[in-house]
């Protein structure tokens, strides 16, 4: 598994709720765009949620 998505896993994996939204999958994102420099492509599944896909804003 990438670094770019070991770190969003964390960012999701740190939230207190275990029923993980939209808000979650995005606010994760968005904390993840912050922290991450450089190019990357990710896909995720999440067991009971489906596919998650995103890749650097440039």
Known sequence: MG?????FF???GSL???DVNEE???NSIK???KQCQGGYACVGMIAG???IAF????
Do not use: C, E, W
């Open 3 to 7: 670094s770019a998505l070991k770190l």
């Open 10 to 12: 964390g960012y999701l």
């Open 16 to 18: 207190p709720d275990y």
């Open 24 to 26: 979650d999958i995005f």
């Open 31 to 33: 904390d993840l765009f």
């Open 49 to 51: 949620f489906g596919l």
């Open 55 to 58: 890749r650097d804003p440039n």
